[in-house]
């Protein structure tokens, strides 16, 4: 079974940039989570999407971050303009519908430096 | 406030040896799952072990336990016989059961574990 697929692995950019991240998760799985992972920290959720729906995007700085599941599969997390606090691993992760004990698969990450 | 502590920044252990994680969490739910993951230096983020909030039993998989304590609201991470590919940065992680589809995934700071040889 082919796991949350990520790219860019690595991304920099100057302040002001936009920039976007992709992800492909697992086959099937209508839950899908962007985290930001600054160093350091645990990942902190933006947004989760439930097949292209949009469930939780309370943490999502929506003056500048916007993300999109088009048709429910794919989805692409964008940042426009950066700002040199947004230097961090982005992380996407999938699972099934969300029970109690659902576990997130997770991606590689995308790791942004802004400069 | 914190939904999830982790009080250890780094641990170190001998090859192995048993070694234990710290996990506190905070929530009024009475119906939630707590989750410890691994992530190693390549990043990507493995699932170890689960734990429901009405399971009677400490959960255990292979080499990882978790000691559930209810009333204490902590949940540790135990790794017997620590190998050298431990070493990575460990995260507990809380789901509660109120807030429907949502249900948000929360980590905390996570323990950084290098094994040594």
């Known amino acids: 079974e082919a796991g949350v697929a990520q790219s860019p692995r690595y991304k920099i950019i100057e302040k002001r940039q936009s920039v976007a991240f992709w992800c492909n998760p697992i086959s099937g799985h209508a839950t899908l989570y962007w985290y930001q992972q600054i160093l350091g920290q645990g990942p902190k959720l933006l947004i989760q999407?439930?097949?292209?729906?949009?469930?939780?995007d309370s943490q999502l700085p929506k003056d500048r971050f916007s993300a999109e599941r088009l048709k429910g599969v794919d989805s692409t997390l964008k940042i426009q303009p950066a700002k040199l606090e947004d230097s961090a691993v982005y992380l996407c992760?999938?699972?099934?519908?969300?029970?109690?004990?659902?576990?997130?698969?997770f991606g590689q990450g995308t790791r942004l430096t802004v400069v | 406030a914190q939904k999830i502590t982790q009080t250890q920044p780094g641990m170190f252990v001998q090859e192995k040896e048993a070694v234990t994680l710290d996990c506190t969490y905070d929530?009024?739910?009475?119906?939630?799952?707590l989750f410890w993951y691994k992530q190693p230096s390549s990043g990507e983020m493995i699932f170890l072990i689960y734990?429901?909030?009405?399971?009677?039993q400490n959960a255990t998989e292979g080499r990882y336990s978790l000691n559930f304590q209810k009333a204490r609201k902590s949940a540790n991470l135990v790794i017997s016989a620590s190998q050298l590919g431990d070493s990575a940065m460990y995260f507990c992680?809380?789901?509660?059961?109120?807030?429907?589809?949502?249900?948000?995934?929360?980590f905390g700071s996570g323990t950084q574990l290098t094994v040594l040889p």
């Open positions: 992760a999938s699972s099934g519908l969300v029970d109690l004990n659902t576990e997130a698969f």
């Open positions: 929530t009024s739910d009475p119906s939630y799952g």
């Open positions: 999407f439930q097949n292209n729906g949009v469930v939780d």
């Open positions: 734990q429901g909030s009405y399971d009677q």
């Open positions: 992680a809380m789901r509660e059961g109120s807030s429907g589809s949502a249900r948000q995934l929360t």
